[in-house]
């Protein structure tokens, strides 16, 4: 009804939107009831409300017009210790490349967990949606974002767990993601009952894994690459946390602390390019996220 109202009027929209969450929801409108089918968090649901928007369209003859998803996130739950993972930041990556040049623009909800402080809940993580925590502490969800702002103007390729973008002709930039889906024992729980004890059992695969690319038509000579991982044990504010003992709260020292351990690790390697050819070889962990630079 709505296309069809701007598909009728005298004035055209610059664009349309909607917002995507994972949630499959049957309503009963005579009950004005409302009930959960599924919830497909490690699954492509953005893209497939994408399709299901393109297809309407298609429906009602509207013309071509820029789409804009002005709110999305893969949990609504302000307490489900999921949302602080690095679990999240792989699940959001793969959303992410999958809408790659099929929309305009994807507005993330939201920055700050500062919304969800609530009286029940004093820790300085609470599994809250945000991508920095109340004291400003960066999540691997907020360095999925970080990496993704790094991709080039033109993209090379995309796959299932990887897009290749360029900003010259020698440069090129990597963004790698290894997401994990949840097993049988994640669907016995609601989201607000996953704390931190329960996340590393509620994944199906535990497997690293290898990727191997050939990047051609570069020049001749040694490429500097620069590889910058998040990992369970690189950059995540749950492991930091943990290692100081899950502490109820954090005084500045320790918020200070943690703002200088909760960033990516670094690592410089140098590769020799022949016949205007590099092999790169690169292998990751279980919800593991990386940002690649060959310059």
């Known amino acids: 009804e709505r296309l ?26 005579k009950l004005d009831t409302y009930k959960l089918l599924e919830m497909k968090v490690d699954q492509k649901f953005i893209k497939e409300d994408l399709e299901d928007y393109k297809l309407v ?26 949302n602080d993972s690095c679990a999240k930041a792989a699940h959001m990556l793969s959303q992410m490349t999958d809408l790659a040049g099929e929309v305009e623009g994807m507005c993330y909800w939201s920055i700050s967990d500062c919304h969800a402080r609530y009286f029940d809940k004093k820790e300085p993580l609470v599994g809250a949606t945000g991508l920095l925590t109340k004291d400003g502490l960066c999540k691997p969800s907020y360095y999925a974002y970080e990496f993704w702002s790094f991709v080039g103007q033109k993209v090379i390729a995309k796959g299932e767990d990887y ?5 010259s002709r020698n440069e ?29 059992y509620i994944f199906e695969n535990r497997e690293r894994k290898r990727y191997s690319f ?12 620069s ?33 200088k351990r909760c960033i990516p690790r670094m690592e410089v390697i140098r590769r020799k390019v022949t016949n205007q050819n590099l092999k790169l070889e690169l292998e990751l962990e279980p919800n593991e996220i990386c940002l690649v630079f060959v310059l």
């Open 214 to 225: 050939l990047l051609k038509n570069l020049q001749n000579g040694m490429k500097k690459i």
């Open 57 to 82: 369209m298609r429906q009602v003859d509207y013309p071509d017009t820029p789409i804009w998803i002005t709110e999305w996130n893969t949990s609504l739950s302000e307490r489900n210790s999921y």
């Open 227 to 259: 590889i910058y991982h998040i990992c369970e044990e690189e950059g995540n504010i749950l492991a930091e946390w943990g290692k100081l003992g899950y502490l109820d709260s954090l005084n500045q020292f320790e918020t200070e602390y943690l703002k």
């Open 163 to 167: 897009l290749i973008s360029s900003r």
């Open 4 to 29: 069809l109202f701007w598909k009728e009027g005298d004035q055209k929209p610059d664009f349309l939107s909607f917002m995507s969450y994972p949630y499959r929801i049957e309503t009963k409108e």
């Open 172 to 200: 090129y930039n990597l963004i790698l993601f290894h997401p994990q889906k949840f097993n049988e024992i994640y669907r016995t729980y609601t989201e607000n009952e996953i704390g931190v004890k329960e996340l590393p």
